[in-house]
T-cell receptor, first 116, second 114 residues
Framework: AQSVTQPDIHITVSEGASLELRCNYS??????LFWYVQSPGQGLQLLLK??????LVQGIKGFEAEFKRSQSSFNLRKPSVHWSDAAEYFC??????????????FGTGTRLTIIP | ETGVTQSPTHLIKTRGQQVTLRCSSQ?????VSWYQQALGQGPQFIFQ???????GRGNFPPRFSGLQFPNYSSELNVNALELDDSALYLC?????????????FGPGTRLTVT
C-alpha cells in the first residue's frame, strides 16, 4: 500500500524568507501527487498537482513543487512567504488508474508558522 | 460554479447515537469521497461513491455507511457512535473516478461525540 511521509511536523519561517516543505512517498510506480493547504477549521484547498510531464509544477499563491522520481519526493517550495501562508500543508498521493482504489493517501501534515 | 458544500457545520452527539452528514458535490462531478480527519492528523479515506455505487473503502468498520443520490450528492451515516469518532469529516468530489482528476474538498463537518 502507498504511504506518504512529511518529516517536518512544524516549520517556522520569517516573512519574506524562502520555504521548502518536504514530502516523500512509497509506491511502486509513479502516483498522482498533490499538495493541499488547510487553514484552521477549514477544508482543504488544492495548491498544485502532478500527473505527468514536466516535473516542476506551478500552483496557486506562488507555490511550486518538484517531482523527483529517484528520491520519491515531491517537495513544495515558495521563494518568499507571506503572513497569510501560515496554515497546515498536506501532501497526498493517489495510485494511477486503479479502478476501485481511487483514494487519496495523505501525510500527517506540516504546520507552517510565519514570524514578522 | 458552486463548490462542494457540507452540512451541518458542527454537530454534537452522545456515544451510542447515530449521525448523518450531508455533502453536495461540485457541479458536474459524479464521484464523491469521504474522509475522516482526527485532530492533528491527515485525512483518512473512509469510502468513495461513483454513480451511486460504493467504489473503494478504507479501514473503517461497517457502522460507517453511505449513500450517493442520482444528483451525485451524498450522505455519510455513522451508527453506534464512539468517542473516537470525534473528528472533522470531509467530503470531496471529482469529475470522474479514474484518470487525472483532482478532488475538491468541502469545508467539513466537525463532529463531537461526548
Amino acid at each position: 500500500a502507498q504511504s506518504v511521509t512529511q518529516p517536518d511536523i512544524h516549520i517556522t519561517v520569517s516573512e519574506g524568507a524562502s520555504l521548502e516543505l518536504r514530502c516523500n512517498y512509497s509506491y511502486g510506480a509513479t502516483p498522482y501527487l498533490f499538495w493541499y493547504v488547510q487553514s484552521p477549521g477549514q477544508g482543504l484547498q488544492l495548491l498544485l498537482k502532478y500527473f505527468s510531464g514536466d516535473t516542476l509544477v506551478q500552483g496557486i499563491k506562488g507555490f511550486e513543487a518538484e517531482f523527483k522520481r529517484s528520491q520519491s519526493s515531491f517537495n513544495l517550495r515558495k521563494p518568499s512567504v507571506h503572513w497569510s501562508d501560515a496554515a497546515e500543508y498536506f501532501c497526498a498521493v493517489r495510485v494511477t488508474p486503479n479502478f476501485g482504489n481511487e483514494k487519496l493517501t495523505f501525510g500527517t501534515g506540516t504546520r507552517l508558522t510565519i514570524i514578522p | 460554479e458552486t463548490g462542494v458544500t457540507q452540512s451541518p457545520t458542527h454537530l454534537i452527539k452522545t456515544r451510542g447515537q447515530q449521525v448523518t452528514l450531508r455533502c453536495s458535490s461540485q457541479s458536474g462531478h459524479n464521484t464523491v469521497s469521504w474522509y475522516q480527519q482526527a485532530l492533528g492528523q491527515g485525512p483518512q479515506f473512509i469510502f468513495q461513491y461513483y454513480r451511486e455505487e460504493e467504489n473503494g473503502r478504507g479501514n473503517f468498520p461497517p457502522r460507517f455507511s453511505g449513500l450517493q443520490f442520482p444528483n451525485y450528492s451524498s450522505e455519510l451515516n455513522v451508527n453506534a457512535l464512539e468517542l473516537d469518532d470525534s473528528a472533522l469529516y470531509l467530503c470531496a468530489s471529482s469529475l470522474n473516478m479514474a484518470g487525472p482528476y483532482e478532488q475538491y474538498f468541502g469545508p467539513g463537518t466537525r463532529l463531537t461525540v461526548t
